[in-house]
């Protein structure tokens, strides 16, 4: 804990690893604490206070049907569920929760709650929505400008 004259600022950071036969999952969490006095700082705050935490899972993090997809995943806010299958067995699956990736043998996802907004398999490049704030090459040879409308220029050789 620092302590000066504007008040006390206390800061945390807590991590913890749950592992079971289907899968291996690192909890992180993060929280700082400014307790300040409002005199000294001549502000209308008091008290200033934020957490986060994250996750890293390896192991299951998806079905196909009943067939396990193994990968890892990285986000915040998890949450999982367990369900029962038809065949009486239990799968735990990740529920979707604020933003997220993906890693598995085939396929690298970006979720947004319970949204896919893009992936990369089969060497492409999968994007719901797309927000462009630079320019766009189209292999060495071609851009797409937007000065006049939207264009397609040869910038090759």
Known sequence: MAQSDFGSYVENLNAYIEANPQALTQYYKFASDLQSDADALGTA??????ETEGYIRTGIVDYNGAVPVYGVAVGQGLATETVTLSDGTAATYIQPRQFRSVFTASKLSFYQDDVEVAYLSNN???ITDAQITGRVFLGDDWQLERS???TLKWIGG
């Open 124 to 126: 492409r490049l999968y």
């Open 148 to 150: 006049s409308g939207l």
């Open 45 to 50: 705050f008091s008290r200033y206070v934020t």
